[in-house]
């Protein structure tokens, strides 16, 4: 991919994104029906699940390319692990936010230990450990290397962790959309979520864009104010 | 694969020799261990509860915090005067490495445990449950994969400017598996429920080990390779 | 500085190599490695063959240690490629550091074991058959026998060194890498390792010496490079060396090339 291609699809993502991000905002809060048994404060739930969804979808992508990075050391792929990281983080912080505010209005209380948002924080934490082994390696290489271990470990424990957690407790809503017997939601609620959903994805990949962009010249950048000072030694 | 084991086992003796020799890590864990259930006696109001009842969780705390602190110095020892690099321009594959590390761990944190449950028993009269040997299927396949994925981490750590202080935060959040299923099943054994009870504890315990075992002994090599 | 007038591999490399033709034993085609910006070692080549000595000489930096340690196995090459005997080493690493000794700028030895029981450890990674004679054998090789039962953190420098040497040949290595191994040694114990550098020369061995002493590495080379910010600026056989006094002559390569500040290897 050249660096055009990606700036003209980082500003259609973006501007297609923003777009449905007005729509479902609009869905939120004049269109869409009000839950029964909640209330308003359901309206939380368009932000908060597809928030949840990039999230996973940007660790899986972490994870992916962190392994495919490893097995062929090729740099782009590191480029993409880590801007597929710094999406992912900010939109579990989002999840991490609206959980809670959803939870103080819903059930009186900020903190739940429901089990996805409690996986939610865990994950936050990988990424944070993720970022933190990155930027605290002996020199940048091994600093890749390291992180990309962290990636591929973490995916590998989040099934287990999931489980672990589910059993735990579930004082949460059942899931509501994929169920084997056909969504419950109301249609027009199915419509703003899936709207949500499709906005959050765009923004994710026109975020993923950019920051690949950015971090592909600057690297290329540094690569080659370095080649013109190569081999730079010690005088005799 | 003869040779494989030998090497394996050469570096085990060498870990076991060297703690023998200087008792950094035994006496840093053991210390701790001990000194953490005195903490717990002032912190748990006994009028309201006997620390009996919060014995598993307890048990299994002082299992993370007091294993990190030995774990975290896996490879101090290699470090003075590049001994790793000795190690890893030896023909020894770096998975042997890996599960050579992670016995010599296991040995040190199972001496651990060890000490945490006499200590447990002395202090709060908590017995062993009337089934010992699935007490210690429980620990020990918990403790394996706390192990395998504190001695890969501690192989990043020993990497990064943080050092130590980076370990927890990159081993807690993967640790709720064992937190969760080895505190069910100790406690529930600590009530003395039969083996048959905590099989479902036990067969997670097992999958939680083999993925962090699996994934350290390939993703070592990513690890300490330059 | 383009155009280095170092003297490359002749020919380019071969897969297998023709019957009946002596054998190179270590080969290097244009090696690369980069730390971050700075390449430690940049583009180096060379050809050695069985039994014979390369000294590389150079500055401070140079990149003469990471080339030991591509070498030997313990750095990944950014670029290029490395064989033994015709094999590449990426075809196996483990097989390719069973024939390597190194002795690097650190001992590699545990302080807390007594001499004895890291050459031991050191014997069994390296599967040495009957170990106890060759950990012996090696030990008196470098007049350590007295000192073999004391822990190593007791030792003083070049004691150490002597022992790290005994350490880097104890498996008998047919590539056997050695960086400055003169350091620390005493005028007693640097005659016995010429002794030892000269008994490995017995045509079966290839051996990489590198020393900042140009007298001490020019001693039994049969090979010389004068590496410099990464690239051998000189490589040949010890007697295409100009005629004159060494020094002279390494300065001017290395001034070639840094222009100015010469200073002693
Ligand atoms: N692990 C490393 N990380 C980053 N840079 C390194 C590393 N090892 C070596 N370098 C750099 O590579 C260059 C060559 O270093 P090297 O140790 O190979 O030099 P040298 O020729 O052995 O020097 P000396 O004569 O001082 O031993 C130096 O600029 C050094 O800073
Ligand atoms: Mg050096």
Redesign the pocket.
Known sequence: MSLKTIRWGAGIAGVLGVGLALLFHWQVFFWVPTEASMGIVQRIFYVHVPAAWVGFFAFFIVALCSAVYLWLGEERLDIAAVSAAEGGILFTTIVLISGPLWAKLAWGTWWTWEPRLTLTLLLWFIYVGYFLVRSSS??ERTGRRLAAVVGIVGALNIPLIHMSVLWFRSLHPQPVVLRTDGPSLHPDMLVTLMTALASFTLVFLAIFLVRYGAERLERELRAHDSARESG???PV | MIRYVQQVEALVRKDLLLELRTWDRLSAMGAFAVLVAVLFHYAVDRTLIHPRELAAGLIWLTIVFGGILGLGRTFALEEEDGAIQGILTSPVPKDAVFLAKVTGNFVLLGLLVLLILFVFGLFFQVGLGGNPFALFGVLSLGVLGFTALGTLYSGVTVRSRMGETLLPVLVFPLLVPMVVFGVRGTSLLFAGVSGAEVEGSLRILGSFSLVALLAGAFLFRFVVE? | MSSPPARPAEGPSRESPAEGERTSSLEAHALV?A??P?R??DGVSFELLPGELLTVF????????????LLAGALQPSEGEIRMGGRLRSHGEVEWRQQVGILS?QTFLYGHLTAEENLRFYGRLFGVDQIEDRIHERLSAVEMDHRKDDLVRTFSRGMRQRLSLARALLHDPAIVLL??PYTGLDVHAAALLRDLLSSLKDGRRTVVL?T?DLTQGLDLADRVAI?VR?RFEFFGSSVELPSGPPDAFYRSVVEGVLGGAGGAP
């Open positions: 002996e020199n730079k030694g010690v | 330059d | 490695r730390f971050g700075i430690a070692v150079g500055p401070n930096g140079a990149g003469k240690s990471t080339l030991l340690n700028h960086d400055e590198v900042h590496q990464g």
